[in-house]
């Protein structure tokens, strides 16, 4: 005879069940009429859960409560068990090693050459970095081109519009990795507004402005241009760049100025390249000097 | 049936005896024991439906023009076949958004099941010996699924996973000596390259898989052979275990368990969207989205990149950078003063013996005071990685906001301490005025709205 509580816990078991049964029903029919994520989801989900509640049910309900007992035996053994143990280690390691020592340590350094030797085939596993981390494609007298390929002209640039340029002839669909180093956000801002050290003087014609986009803290894209203040920032962690006065940083955790592309604009109106980025674009690392 | 099943298992493999114990074996019932249960779970169905994700996801970098019906906007984008494929596997294979979502929100759910796990590890001093061996076994295994997370979220070559690539290689370039190294091993050569998303694939499907399942069997033989912990009460002592047998109560609840576990993810799946990369658009190396913030086991690292000091140092021809300070000394550092805490805490507090009874939380204000600061300190780092966000709804500049936590993570974990230290003092000081003042009498209310006193049960 069955308490009232059993017959409670039996009745919710079955609810549950029948639960189930529907989700998994409604799944069925919703992947074989072609499918939609939220009936899908409901109703896989639904089944489980379902039948995860009609097990807990079960298990409080239907099953007898029942503790049992184990012991925790100690773990260690008596000294004389381990020392057995450590004792056939020593005189099986005595009997390879012998009265050969020299040839113990002639095995241990033709392991070691071969460590040495697969050394080679992991570093063929990437190619090297040596000496060609933050190059670009930039030189002087490439014009400045859009994503597309199409050509600014400076004319068609108010103070304060940015565009983001690529050197000529290294865009495309097949460029992409030589574009993420090249990309270069061109700024127009007010000329009187410049503080350029006297070096850089002749790099921002008309008050154009250019910097590597790739920021030097970690390497994101350096997007967003604040007008305002006339400062690139990074998204990812808010580096932030004085446009004005050489890439230098007024915040964040970017510990080098942003690279700068001297700007040359010619009678015509055409911009290029004045020289070559003024450093290596991109983070810093080890192998940085 | 099953008589003839477990004599043919016997004559074969002799294993009557070890089933008999291992269907006795007491599992003690309280509930925080079952967040280990989910981590676990979170594996098989991590694995089922990243099996399924296998099928349709193309791990390729090479260039294709978009021409799928699902995404309007982006028809004739150029994309990498990887984006090509997802959105493929999300739009017009059935059921394939929901298992695509169910896997991503598994891999929150899995670190997250692992750290209250590790948690409840930590508070309770289950790590203590003879249980060190799996304290580290766990972390390494938190390490890995933070590494298969971000590698799996990488693989999409969505706006958002291509700018969260090119920090992680850029934190592994800053690395002294190796860092070069390193870096062009796990990518394929620099980020972005034509090899990085099939060199990703393989260590998140392959690599880190196969260790985490090693691990994992590890991590339950260990637990097999040391038997389980429990909290002290009554009949509960230093040489025994108390608690359900395994058949057949507590494999009725651990099934319900994992069943309760894979409908919530796939629930999860199909109603709340996470990673939705058609929004983000492809990666394209020289946009990026804005705001860019990466799931939560590893929003703590890029909160600690924002803070991160501006120090960069020339040691002989090379640099060690700015980002290796808050991308990889501190959260190596982090884990190492985890890992260690086992040998830590028992040179603080000499003690060389075993332990099967947990301690409850206020018996050891050390270490409850210690694992409280840590875990403000990096909840104050997720916190800040999400700093453009807040800017964002409160108006107020990102610069103040980031200064206010780059205070924040100073002074707030000490006051943490302090706070848990003295928590953990009156609490022992109220346990042991209790132990030594038991009440005399208990407070009874009388159905006329009066109260009596009545003398203590005798227990």
């Given at each position: 005879m069955s308490s009232p509580r059993e017959r409670r816990g039996e009745r919710w078991a079955a609810a549950w069940l029948t639960t189930s049964v529907a989700c998994s029903v409604a799944f069925a029919t919703s992947f074989a009429l072609g499918g939609q994520p939220q009936v899908e989801g409901i109703g896989l989900g639904g089944?489980?859960?379902?039948?995860?509640?009609?097990?807990?049910?079960?298990?409080?309900?239907?099953?007898?409560?029942?503790?049992?007992?184990?012991e925790h035996l100690p773990l260690a053994h008596p000294a004389v068990q381990r020392a057995a143990a450590a004792g056939l280690l020593i005189e099986g390691g005595a009997e390879i090693v012998g009265r050969r020592a020299w040839l113990v340590r002639f095995a241990c350094a033709a392991a070691g050459v071969l460590g040495v030797a697969a050394l080679f085939p992991l570093r063929g596993l990437g190619p090297n970095p040596n000496g060609r981390?933050?190059?670009?494609?930039?030189?002087?007298?490439?014009?400045?081109?859009r994503e597309d390929g199409s050509f600014v002209d400076a004319s068609a640039l108010e103070v304060g519009s940015v565009v983001t340029v690529f050197p000529e002839g290294a865009v495309g669909p097949d460029k992409v990795v030589d574009?993420?180093?090249?990309?270069?956000?061109?700024?127009?801002?007010?000329?009187?507004?410049l503080r350029m050290p006297p070096d850089r003087a002749s790099w921002t014609p008309r008050g154009f402005v250019a910097?590597?986009?790739?920021?030097?803290?970690?390497?994101?894209?350096?997007?967003?241009?604040?007008e305002g203040p006339q400062q690139l920032m990074c998204p990812c962690h808010q580096s932030t760049f004085d446009v004005t006065d050489g890439g230098t940083v007024v915040f964040g955790p970017a510990a080098r100025a942003l690279p700068q592309l001297?700007?040359?604009?010619?009678?015509?109106?055409?911009?290029?390249?004045g020289g070559a980025m003024s450093g290596f674009i991109g983070p810093e690392s080890w192998e940085h000097a | 049936m099953i008589r003839a099943l477990v004599t043919w298992m016997d004559e074969r493999l002799g294993g009557a005896p070890f089933l008999r114990n291992a269907l006795k074996k007491a599992f003690p019932d309280h509930w925080s024991f079952m967040l280990g249960e989910v981590a676990m779970y979170c594996f098989i169905f991590i694995i089922a439906s990243g099996t399924y994700l296998t099928f349709f996801f193309h791990p390729s970098d090479a260039r294709v023009v978009y021409n799928g019906t699902a995404i309007p906007s982006l028809r004739g984008r150029t994309m990498s076949d990887a984006y090509a494929s997802v959105l493929k596997l999300s739009f017009e294979t059935q059921a394939g958004l929901v298992i695509r979502q169910a896997h991503h929100w598994c891999a929150n759910v899995f670190a997250a099941a692992i750290v209250t796990h590790m948690s409840r590890i930590y508070f309770t001093g289950a790590f203590r010996k003879p249980r060190e061996i799996n304290w580290v076994i766990g972390l390494t295994l938190l390490l890995l699924v933070i590494g298969d997370g971000f590698t799996g979220y990488s693989l999409p070559g969505d706006a958002l996973s291509g700018a969260g690539l090119k920090i992680a290689q850029s934190i592994a370039l800053s690395i002294p000596v190796i860092g070069g190294w390193v870096a062009f091993l796990a990518f394929g050569g620099n980020v972005p390259s034509a090899e990085t998303t099939n060199r990703l694939f393989a260590i998140h499907i392959l690599f880190i898989p196969l260790l985490l399942g090693a691990l994992i069997a590890a991590h339950l033989a260990v637990l097999w052979r040391q038997k389980h912990t429990q909290f002290p009460g009554e009949n509960r002592r230093e040489n025994n275990v108390v608690g359900s047998p395994l058949w057949p109560n507590y494999t009725v609840r651990s099934v319900a368990l994992m069943l309760a576990t894979f409908g919530l993810l796939l629930l999860?799946?199909?109603?709340?969207?996470?990673?939705?990369?058609?929004?983000?658009?492809?990666y394209d190396p020289w946009t990026v989205s804005s705001p860019a913030q990466p799931d939560w086991y590893v929003g703590w690292l890029d909160g600690s990149l924002r803070l991160g000091p501006r120090l960069a140092l020339r040691v002989g021809g090379h640099t060690i950078t700015a980002l290796f300070w808050a991308g990889a000394a501190l959260p190596g550092c982090i884990f190492a003063l985890i890992y260690a805490w086992p040998w830590i805490e028992r040179r603080l507090q000499p003690d060389e013996r075993e332990h099967e009874l947990l301690d409850v939380p206020w018996a050891n204000p050390l270490r409850t005071a210690t694992g409280v600061a840590v875990l403000t300190f990096v909840a104050l780092l997720l916190f800040a990685g999400s700093d453009d966000v807040q800017a964002r709804l409160t108006h107020i500049s990102v610069q103040q906001i980031t200064w206010a936590y780059r205070i924040a993570v100073w002074v707030l974990p000490p006051l943490a301490f302090a706070l848990a230290w003295r928590v953990c003092r009156e609490l022992q000081a109220r346990h042991a005025y209790e132990e030594d003042h038991p009440p005399r009498v208990v407070l009874v209310r009388t159905d006329e709205g009066g109260y009596d006193e009545e003398p203590v049960p005798v227990p």
């Open positions: 089944a489980l859960l379902a039948l995860a509640a009609a097990l807990i049910v079960w298990s409080r309900a239907l099953i007898p409560p029942r503790q049992v007992e184990d981390l933050g190059e670009t494609s930039w030189k002087r007298g490439l014009r400045f081109v574009m993420a180093n090249d990309a270069v956000m061109l700024v127009r801002v007010q000329e009187d507004a910097y590597s986009k790739i920021c030097t803290h970690a390497g994101c894209p350096v997007a967003l241009y604040r001297p700007v040359a604009l010619d009678a015509d109106g055409v911009l290029r390249a | 999860l799946g199909g109603l709340v969207e996470i990673n939705p990369v058609w929004l983000y658009g492809p």
